[in-house]
């Protein structure tokens, strides 16, 4: 079904009597179109005033934690313990109003103050009787009180705050007691929370959506043991990988901010070719060099590849639905982990670091060559552009590792800026001369 | 009441007990443990949610046991620390423990850090490492002041350490410890640090 936006309806509601009254439409016809747009209306979410109400209550909110942070010495013990408590009984009503209430600008700022308050009241009760430091311990607490309001009030500040704060907890879990596998359970609710919103309507989770697909990656790259260095490779391939299927498949004709999944797994698949251009990055990889000393996990063998082995069969299973061969972000998203798995079996049975490194170069080459080719064909400037940028990328590192005089770099950069300028020059022509057409 | 209000319900419960159930337990060990005395260095560092603390460097952070016995201990092992009084009236830890204490209330519940060592200096100028004991993790090394104090409390306090006259009072109740006050040359180290120059 069609929805349109409020002020649509608003006028299609005024047009309606004077279509009426010319005889265009009978009053039949005309309640039948009333009936129809009234359900029809889109719930637009005034970004802007939710921005304002979710920035004024994380300012509020930090302001207090200032206040309290300047440590009031001369209230006692009892009267500070009570004043703890006082932001904590603000965020209460304030989100008691919100559940009651609903409006995403109310829900939102108070999910904002409540996350802040819960962690401030912790912290000013540690000051007042100078706890130690226990950071993993202050997170994860801190996250589990925050977890339900994503749910109750629901409000996607909450979740950003639920989800910044399990990705912190598992980097002071893992400096802490040298694993956080308690990551993964923590993450249920995240995932739960933007599959609901995603299934109501696919464009409401996008901000959630755009938190988690950033946080994930970080979160991975502390997760993972690391015991057999150069699996994280694999690991990335088929995670970012799976994420640009995954924007192919839920939002096939949506891209860059609108497909979060799509973008995030096509940079990061362009970020990690970028990385494997460089010979240093395939020395002593495989399990051959598997690390034994004590800051590494022994179980992490198995962890590790646990990990590694669920993200590639969840790419596989997605790949083979979604691969299309007239698709070119299928294509390189299909390609990427494949190229990425013999790459890194070849450099951990053999001394294959030369043979990767010039594999690697050529598929950057030829990504960037195939997004610049597209991207002319389709006259889409962006995709150009990203092509060029990857080009670009690619030709200035490797001319800066080579030994070429001054004047040949000179005259390469001029060639290449100005083939970026004249590209971009022509396209944008192509694409006026394509609109005054149509019109 | 709908159910999202019963659940908003639980959920205020559990805001308000895990801090209210952290001062239960700060209070008891307060009202009940006995005082010690650590001797202690003071230095001024700062936290963005807590504010400004005086960090606490423990002097005698170790239990004096032997080197094989401390080796023996995995690093990171949670055990108890049990603690005397010597002639000066400071507290030293005595031995470890990985069950809990069952005879006395005076133990500290904490963490191994592995060997701990002195190092000495030979007459030959080189340095040698001179085996102490099991370091252990001092659960009480931050002391939260006002943010105008803490820099001149650091400065007075490592004046007092030393002449060996800064010393940390901690009361220790079944393995928990809550500091009460810091003393630096004789008077509360909040005290020392009001004082205009």
């Known amino acids: ?284 990889i495989g399990w051959s060099n598997t690390r034994h000393d004590g800051n590494y996990q022994e179980w992490g063998i198995w962890f590790d590849s646990a990990i590694t082995l669920g993200l590639a069969l969840a790419w596989a299973l997605t790949a083979v639905k979604t691969l299309q061969r007239n698709s070119l972000p299928s294509l390189i998203l299909c390609s990427f982990p494949l190229l990425a798995c013999a790459a890194f079996f070849f450099a951990s049975t053999s001394e294959g670091e030369i043979i990767n490194t010039l594999l690697f170069n050529a598929y950057m080459l030829a990504l960037g060559l195939a997004l610049l080719a597209q991207g002319c064909r389709s006259t889409q400037l962006r995709q150009v552009n990203y092509g060029m940028a990857v080009l670009g990328l690619l030709l200035i590192t490797r001319f800066f590792d080579s030994d070429f005089g001054f004047l040949a770099r000179g005259l390469v950069f001029i060639l290449m800026g100005s083939c970026f300028l004249a590209t971009n020059l022509i396209i944008a022509r192509k694409k006026h001369q394509q609109q005054e057409a149509q019109s | 009441m709908n159910w999202r209000m019963i659940f908003f319900g639980l959920l205020i419960v559990a805001q308000v007990a895990v801090p209210l159930r952290m001062i239960q337990q700060r209070e008891t060990v307060l009202r009940e443990g006995e005082l010690f005395r650590f001797k202690t260095e003071p230095i001024d560092p700062a936290d963005p949610f807590q504010g400004r603390y005086v960090w606490l460097q423990i002097e005698d952070d170790f239990v004096p046991i032997s080197k094989a016995a401390a080796n023996a201990i995995d690093y990171k092992a949670t055990g108890y620390a049990l603690l005397n009084v010597d002639e000066q009236g400071f507290a030293k830890f005595t031995d470890w423990s990985s069950e809990r204490p069952t005879l006395t209330t005076n133990y500290l519940k904490t963490k191994s850090r592995g060997q701990a060592v002195n190092w000495e200096q030979l007459p030959d100028g080189q340095r040698t490492p001179v085996h102490e004991g099991l370091g252990i993790d001092i659960p009480f090394t931050r002391f939260y002041m006002d943010e105008a104090k803490a820099p001149r409390a650091e400065r007075l306090a490592r004046e007092a350490t030393r002449n060996e006259d800064c010393w940390v009072e901690v009361r220790i109740f079944n393995g928990k410890a809550v500091i009460e006050d810091v003393i630096a040359e004789g008077q509360s180290l909040r005290d020392l640090a009001s004082i205009e120059e």
Not at chain 1, 67 to 77: M, P, V, Y
Not at chain 1, 107 to 133: D, K, M, N, R
Not at chain 1, 147 to 161: D, H, K, M
């Open chain 1, 1 to 284: 079904m069609r929805k349109i936006p409020e002020k649509c309806r608003q006028w299609l509601l005024q047009e309606l009597p004077i279509l009426e009254n010319k005889g265009i439409l009978s009053a039949e016809s005309r309640q039948r179109l009333d009936d129809y747009y009234s359900n029809q209306v889109e719930s637009r979410v005034h970004w802007a005033a939710i921005l304002c109400a979710g920035l004024g209550a994380l300012l509020i909110g930090g302001g207090i934690i200032l206040l309290f942070a300047h440590n009031w010495e001369d209230l006692s013990r009892t009267a500070r313990a009570v004043l703890s408590f006082c932001p904590l009984a603000i965020a209460v009503v304030l989100s008691a109003l919100a559940i009651r209430r609903g409006g995403t600008g109310l829900c939102e700022s108070a999910g904002i103050f409540h996350s802040l308050a819960v962690g401030a009241c912790i912290a000013l009760i540690g000051q007042t009787y100078h706890l130690p430091s226990n950071t993993p311990g202050f997170l994860l607490v801190w996250a589990l009180l925050v977890l339900p309001l994503i749910f109750l009030l629901p409000s996607t500040g909450a979740y950003l705050f639920y989800i910044t704060l399990i990705c912190s907890w598992s980097g002071a879990a893992q400096d802490e007691y040298g694993q956080a596998l308690g990551f993964w359970l923590l993450l249920i609710p995240a995932v739960i929370h933007v599959v609901r919103l995603i299934r109501r309507e696919a464009h409401e989770g996008l901000v959630s959506l755009w938190g988690l697909i950033l946080m994930l990656p970080i979160a991975l790259g502390i997760v993972l043991e690391r015991t057999v260095p150069g699996l994280w490779i694999i690991s990335y391939a088929c995670f970012y990988s799976l994420s640009g299927l995954l924007g192919l498949r839920l939002y096939p004709t949506e891209s860059g901010w609108r497909n979060p999944l799509q973008t995030v797994g096509l940079a990061g698949i362009t970020g990690l070719t970028y990385i494997f251009t460089w010979q240093n990055m395939w020395h002593d």
